[in-house]
């Protein structure tokens, strides 16, 4: 049930914005995350935008890399 | 990223010459994610994953199933929920086998199709089952707020929404044998990873919180492990382009405009103060107990549970679906006896699915 999809906001009005998944766009409320801007990469949960996410996957992927190497 | 199989490699390194080493998954979409990329198959014969209370329609108690079931055979009502707890089963009966027999009963996949549904049918009361951990229950204190905002008055919601760290502080303060948890990541988004930070405080485990890529699970699994061996007491988060440190502001902000925490029954795991939320009483006009005058207390005695069915301890990570008679033979996803085989990252369900108990007997 804590299922969320990724995708990327290309459209915002009223309080919703329009969510890209990869060329199926679906509508994702805003209450949650009210700062969250067009272009922004964002993590959507049954209807909500819960989360903006880091920009480039690489950034992330460092991250984790950082943290496996501390326990090397 | 470190790739997958150099993660195996990494994790057997780490745990080669440990004694047994047993991980609790919390979360069913963690579940469901280890079962679909085969991880049980890449670990070393010493490290083990057994599933825990995670999935919230599997520990959705028997009276709030009871109490769904009332409300939702009313002739005045419309009952929406997700599509998973539609055949969560309550002796023959289930909110499917309502919906079957003509009641009005719809899934939605967002509590604002409640909303909207309430708008198209203003002689009707629309309720909806609102289940979830911490992850969902935002979503449903923003349905409340917005019902309240635009007065609506055929609008109640039945709250089983449950927090986490009670459940789990409840089942690793008894004993249970495990080394290191893998915590929800979807639900620190809400809560942040900091939220988790009792696991090694108090509990004096290790805990992981994880994302659901094959590669962020065994990134998990490795500090998981490496922590477990070298006798590291951290909680460590792995899910760092999702999870913040202090969770999702706005969204714990309305979580407590419109909640408290409350008492919760679970399946499984009975009573446990304050890991439930209830609607505060600004808000109480939403709640479908009041709405309806419903006190729990009356349908108690109605609660029946398949007597042989496991459930409750396969919830508790203390056995596994091999274990249990039914499954497979007469419990599978088509026809559920217990709730663990309805939801589709039910322990159950997902070992059904990917042949769970013939790897198990391996």
């Given at each position: 049930m804590c299922l969320a999809l990724s995708g990327k906001i290309v459209a915002i009005k009223d309080g919703e914005a329009e969510v890209d998944y990869g060329g199926v766009s679906k509508r994702a409320d805003l209450?949650?995350?009210?700062?969250a801007k067009v272009g922004d990469r964002v993590l959507v949960h049954a209807g909500f935008v819960i989360q903006i996410l880091d920009e480039s996957d690489i950034s992330d992927a460092d991250a984790i890399t950082k943290e496996i190497m501390r326990f090397g | 990223m470190v790739d997958v199989i150099h993660l195996k490699e990494m994790i057997a390194q780490v745990a080669a010459g440990s004694g047994p080493i047993t991980i609790m998954e919390v979360c069913g979409t963690h579940t469901s994610r280890i079962f679909r990329y085969g991880i049980r198959e890449l670990l070393p014969s010493n490290t083990k994953l057994v599933s825990g209370p995670g999935c919230p329609v599997c520990v959705t108690a028997q009276e709030d199933i009871s109490a769904a079931l009332t409300v939702a055979n009313r002739d005045d009502v419309i009952f929406t929920c997700f599509?998973?707890?539609?055949?969560?089963?309550?002796g023959e009966s289930s909110l499917y086998s309502l919906y079957e027999s003509g009641r009005d009963i719809r899934i939605v996949t967002s509590p604002m199709d409640a909303l909207r549904i309430a708008q198209l049918n203003p002689a009707k009361q629309v309720v909806y089952f609102g289940v979830g951990f911490e992850t969902t229950a935002p979503l449903t204190a923003a349905l409340i707020e917005k019902a309240d905002a635009l007065k609506f008055e055929n609008l109640s919601v039945m709250s089983t929404h449950k927090t986490m760290p009670a459940a789990i502080e409840q089942l690793l303060s008894e004993?249970?044998?495990?080394?290191?948890l893998l915590c929800p990541g979807h639900v620190a988004v809400i809560t942040?990873?900091?939220?988790?930070?009792?696991?090694?405080?108090?509990?004096?485990l290790p805990a992981v919180v994880a994302g659901f890529e094959a590669e962020e699970i065994m990134a998990a699994l490795y500090a998981a492990v490496s922590m477990v061996v070298k006798g590291k007491l951290e909680c460590v988060n792995m899910y760092p382009g999702a999870v913040a440190?202090?969770?999702?502001k706005d969204a714990l902000d309305l979580l407590y405009k419109v909640f408290e925490p409350g008492d919760a029954v679970w399946r499984g795991f009975g009573h446990i103060t304050d890991s439930g939320l209830k609607i505060k009483s600004e808000y109480e006009k939403y709640d479908t107990f009041k709405r309806f005058n419903l006190p729990l207390s009356d349908l108690k005695d109605n609660v029946e549970e398949?007597?042989?069915?496991i459930c409750a301890d396969i919830l508790r990570g203390q056995s596994t679906p091999g274990d249990c008679p039914y499954f497979g033979v007469v419990c599978t996803p088509e026809r559920p006896v217990g709730a663990c085989m309805v939801s589709a990252e039910g322990t159950c369900s997902t070992y059904y699915r990917y042949g769970g108990v013939v790897k198990d007997a391996r």
């Open positions: 209450r949650l995350f009210e700062s | 599509g998973d707890m539609m055949r969560v089963p309550y004993g249970s044998g495990i080394a290191a942040g990873s900091d939220e988790f930070g009792f696991i090694p405080e108090r509990l004096g440190s202090k969770g999702n398949s007597s042989l069915c």
